[in-house]
């Protein structure tokens, strides 16, 4: 059950700061919801009504398998949207959205946001670059969960993570974790254990925090870089159409 707030009047969402044509008239479509840790927001092969443009929360892209394991193939934060398909009158998506955080995101109806394309090519174009930005997340990760080792997985998502939640405490379970990198609790903790006796990682029950980033950054494989670099020329691009 997605808990919906009073109509939104400002947000958080970098994406919809793109906005140039009246944006305070398409907030008016919009409503803040309160979005639980584990909660989906979109099942698999489903019909989209809405898309969501999280604030504070993080979402995982989920694929899963017909014995029920899974893996992540992308996160969400607060420079993008979710059910983006629909904006190209793709009603189903192929994957299941949960979240990883809990917070708030901005829920908005995709007929109002098809519309909006139409006339403000502003944000269109901030849109698009989104979706590119995705399309080279879902890629890279799709390489990385197939040639490299358990502990630069780990460390690519976590860093991803960071950027996205601006803090250094996640509130990430190993079994979580094993479950977005597509890999057993097992391997999460031993990687994990490793990491915290370099000093990198500690964590606690239900926790998980980031004490050097750089040192994070030298176990992570390429990935993170080629994923963070697109981000970084989207949250540019946004930041310019203010």
Request: glycine share 6%; net charge positive.
């Amino acid at each position: 059950m997605i808990a919906t707030a009073p109509k939104a009047s400002a947000t958080q969402s970098r994406l919809l700061s793109a906005v140039s044509v009246s944006p305070a008239e398409l907030l008016s479509y919009a409503r803040e919801i309160k979005v639980a840790a584990g909660q989906t927001l979109y099942d698999g092969h489903t019909p989209i009504s809405h898309c969501f443009f999280p604030e504070t929360s993080l979402m995982s892209l989920m694929s899963y398998t017909e014995s029920g394991e899974s893996v992540a193939v992308g996160m969400v934060g607060n420079e993008g949207m979710l059910g983006i398909a629909a904006l190209f009158d793709e009603q189903l998506l192929p994957y299941r959205t949960t979240a990883q955080t809990s917070g708030t995101a901005i829920s908005m109806p995709a007929a109002k946001l098809r519309e909006w394309l139409r006339k403000d090519l502003v944000f269109r174009d901030g849109v698009i670059h989104f979706l590119h930005a995705a399309f080279t997340q879902v890629v890279q990760t799709a390489a990385c969960n197939r040639f490299h080792v358990t502990e630069q997985r780990l460390a690519r998502w976590l860093l991803l993570a960071q950027d996205r939640l601006n803090g250094d405490k996640m509130p990430f379970t190993h079994e979580g974790l094993a479950g977005v990198l597509g890999t057993d609790r097992v391997s999460i903790t031993r990687s994990a254990r490793k990491l915290k006796s370099e000093g990198v990682l500690n964590y606690t029950r239900g926790k998980t925090a980031i004490l050097d980033r750089q040192g994070l950054l030298s176990v992570s494989c390429e990935c993170y870089t080629i994923i963070k670099k697109v981000y970084d020329a989207l949250a540019e691009i946004c930041s310019l159409k203010k």
